[in-house]
């Protein structure tokens, strides 16, 4: 690290001129290019391929932007810059030669939440919250973010959400409160530990951890290491869950502030320190006052049931947002009050119709088998539409698991072969059917045709797919969508102007 970027710790710091790499223009990297352009520096990004609206944002920013055309080979733009510092986008692999080959000259990396970091002073600095984990992000961040609005507090979710933190730090002209930042393991992986760029939250969380984006990261401890570095110099608290024995171990190991707290979670009853549920009530035994030094009375599993909280993954993100806001200083009663009007974001165990005694559930937020183990225990009978893109994980454990409660099984996807084996060796009496995209180029409608055929009353045709979905659709969203369509279709509940335009699926 060169003295001008350790310098750089501040908005008002001095970084005019300075040259600077930027690897994608997605929603992250146009918000780096856009910040770095404010900031007075000299910007070029460099994107394998670009949004046109983006990039001619960029034309009117006056910001450079090259091409490259082929990954092993710079483009000639970015020699022409000779970097000082590059900023990476999440979808770049550590491995991709571009990068690599910047590393080589020297050129130190940021991610772009190590950025947001260090020019979070434009108007004023922020809490920050953290939430990662393999499962369960999206929700805790959000719920964590509606009880600290409740409670009074100015605060946004940003981060791997889809709003970039860095369109967060810059909100003008009332500051945020506290900045609630959800970090997937691609962010993380680039945080620093140490240093002027290291964060120091407020609180953080790993809500768990199972096999997923080993392509990305090469292996299970790798993965493992990435999500651990959410502690690193956290000030106030660290929450884990008790259940998870890999979050408890990333909790021993992390250097914390002096003073943080660790702070567990689970469904059982909790210790001294901790937030769990007793006798139905779900209850803090760790942020006490000097009228309760047992427990306070967060909610009961009643009162969250009659919100549409009922599975048991979903009362533990209760008590992780929980525990984040209450290491804010956030009263129980806002969080009490708040869970009536808190609704979980689509695609995850969403209900969309039920008929003839069938449950229609949209579950396409499920990207790894440890998200679809979760979808898949709350359900007896099941007509499983499962597949897509694995990302080097195993699904053998997960259809092992839940054999015995699967009518059937959808194939869908690019990676089916790995999907089918699994079915054939672990669940050898369970009927499979594999969903072969129509002239249209879709596949859902003959997915949601094939588990019509074998569902029965009681059973629950279920899109979990346990793996990424950009094989045959834009996103997970995409793909949970096309499903409500087909669905609405298939029982009479839409029109032809009710789905969504075909897409080819890809190669």
């Given at each position: 690290?060169?003295?001008?970027?350790?310098?750089?710790?501040?908005?008002?710091?001095?970084?005019?001129?300075?040259?600077?790499?930027?690897?994608?223009?997605?929603?992250?990297?146009?918000?780096?290019?856009?910040?770095?352009?404010?900031?007075?520096?000299?910007?070029?990004?460099?994107?394998?391929?670009?949004?046109?609206?983006?990039?001619?944002?960029?034309?009117?920013?006056?910001?450079?932007?090259?091409?490259?055309?082929?990954?092993?080979?710079?483009?000639?733009?970015?020699?022409?810059?000779?970097?000082?510092?590059?900023?990476?986008?999440?979808?770049?692999?550590?491995?991709?030669?571009?990068?690599?080959?910047?590393?080589?000259?020297?050129?130190?990396?940021?991610?772009?939440?190590?950025?947001?970091?260090?020019?979070?002073?434009?108007?004023?600095?922020?809490?920050?919250?953290?939430?990662?984990?393999?499962?369960?992000?999206?929700?805790?961040?959000?719920?964590?973010?509606?009880?600290?609005?409740?409670?009074?507090?100015?605060?946004?979710?940003?981060?791997?959400?889809?709003?970039?933190?860095?369109?967060?730090?810059?909100?003008?002209?009332?500051?945020?409160?506290v900045l609630v930042v959800e970090l997937s393991s691609y962010q993380l992986h680039w945080l620093p530990l140490d240093?002027?760029?290291?964060?120091?939250?407020?609180?953080?969380?790993?809500?768990?951890?199972?096999?997923?984006?080993?392509?990305?990261?090469?292996?299970?401890?790798?993965?493992?290491?990435?999500?651990?570095?959410?502690?690193?110099?956290?000030?106030?608290?660290?929450?884990?869950?008790?259940?998870?024995?890999?979050?408890?171990?990333?909790?021993?190991?992390?250097?914390?502030?002096?003073?943080?707290?660790?702070?567990?979670?689970?469904?059982?009853?909790?210790?001294?320190?901790?937030?769990?549920?007793?006798?139905?009530?779900?209850?803090?035994?760790?942020?006490?006052?000097?009228?309760?030094?047992?427990?306070?009375?967060?909610?009961?599993?009643?009162?969250?049931?009659?919100?549409?909280?009922?599975?048991?993954?979903?009362?533990?993100?209760?008590?992780?947002?929980?525990?984040?806001?209450?290491?804010?200083?956030?009263?129980?009663?806002?969080?009490?009050?708040?869970?009536?009007?808190?609704?979980?974001?689509?695609?995850?165990?969403?209900?969309?119709?039920?008929?003839?005694?069938?449950?229609?559930?949209?579950?396409?937020?499920?990207?790894?088998?440890?998200?679809?183990?979760?979808?898949?225990?709350?359900?007896?009978?099941?007509?499983?539409?499962?597949?897509?893109?694995?990302?080097?994980?195993?699904?053998?454990?997960?259809?092992?698991?839940?054999?015995?409660?699967?009518?059937?099984?959808?194939?869908?996807?690019?990676?089916?072969?790995?999907?089918?084996?699994?079915?054939?060796?672990?669940?050898?009496?369970?009927?499979?059917?594999?969903?072969?995209?129509?002239?249209?180029?879709?596949?859902?409608?003959?997915?949601?045709?094939?588990?019509?055929?074998?569902?029965?009353?009681?059973?629950?045709?279920?899109?979990?797919?346990?793996?990424?979905?950009?094989?045959?659709?834009?996103?997970?969203?995409?793909?949970?969508?096309?499903?409500?369509?087909?669905?609405?279709?298939?029982?009479?509940?839409?029109?032809?102007?009710?789905?969504?335009?075909?897409?080819?699926?890809?190669?």
């Amino acid at each position: 690290m060169t003295p001008r970027l350790d310098a750089l710790t501040s908005w008002h710091a001095d970084w005019k001129g300075l040259r600077v790499a930027v690897l994608g223009l997605g929603a992250t990297g146009f918000a780096v290019a856009d910040t770095l352009w404010e900031l007075g520096a000299r910007v070029l990004v460099v994107a394998e391929r670009a949004d046109e609206e983006r990039r001619r944002l960029l034309d009117a920013l006056g910001v450079g932007f090259a091409l490259q055309a082929e990954r092993a080979q710079p483009p000639a733009e970015l020699d022409e810059l000779d970097p000082e510092l590059v900023i990476v986008s999440p979808g770049y692999h550590p491995d991709h030669p571009l990068l690599l080959a910047l590393q080589e000259r020297g050129v130190p990396v940021w991610g772009d939440i190590e950025l947001a970091w260090r020019v979070r002073d434009k108007v004023a600095a922020a809490d920050w919250i953290l939430v990662t984990g393999t499962n369960g992000k999206t929700t805790t961040t959000r719920m964590t973010g509606h009880f600290l609005r409740a409670d009074g507090r100015r605060a946004v979710e940003a981060g791997n959400i889809g709003v970039p933190v860095l369109d967060a730090v810059r909100e003008e002209p009332t500051p945020y409160d506290v900045l609630v930042v959800e970090l997937s393991s691609y962010q993380l992986h680039w945080l620093p530990l140490d240093g002027p760029g290291a964060l120091h939250p407020l609180a953080a969380v790993c809500l768990n951890v199972a096999d997923d984006h080993l392509d990305w990261h090469g292996s299970r401890s790798a993965y493992e290491a990435a999500k651990g570095r959410v502690y690193a110099n956290t000030r106030v608290a660290a929450v884990y869950n008790r259940a998870d024995e890999a979050t408890m171990r990333m909790v021993e190991d992390a250097e914390v502030e002096e003073g943080c707290r660790a702070i567990g979670f689970d469904l059982g009853v909790p210790g001294p320190s901790d937030f769990g549920v007793i006798e139905g009530i779900v209850v803090d035994r760790a942020f006490l006052d000097d009228r309760h030094h047992r427990a306070l009375e967060l909610t009961t599993l009643e009162e969250l049931a009659g919100h549409g909280i009922d599975s048991p993954h979903m009362v533990a993100n209760v008590l992780a947002a929980a525990a984040l806001a209450r290491a804010a200083g956030v009263e129980t009663g806002a969080i009490h009050d708040s869970l009536a009007t808190f609704r979980v974001d689509p695609h995850r165990t969403e209900r969309v119709a039920e008929a003839d005694g069938v449950a229609w559930v949209d579950d396409s937020k499920a990207t790894n088998p440890h998200a679809a183990d979760a979808a898949l225990k709350a359900f007896g009978s099941v007509v499983w539409i499962v597949g897509g893109l694995l990302k080097g994980v195993d699904v053998s454990e997960l259809v092992a698991a839940h054999a015995g409660r699967l009518r059937a099984a959808v194939v869908i996807g690019a990676d089916r072969a790995e999907v089918l084996d699994a079915l054939a060796r672990h669940a050898p009496g369970v009927a499979v059917l594999e969903a072969v995209p129509g002239e249209d180029g879709q596949v859902m409608p003959e997915a949601v045709r094939l588990a019509a055929g074998v569902a029965r009353a009681g059973d629950t045709v279920l899109l979990s797919p346990a793996a990424a979905s950009m094989d045959q659709f834009d996103d997970y969203a995409d793909r949970g969508r096309r499903f409500q369509a087909a669905v609405r279709t298939r029982l009479g509940g839409a029109t032809d102007d009710d789905a969504p335009p075909a897409i080819a699926p890809e190669p």
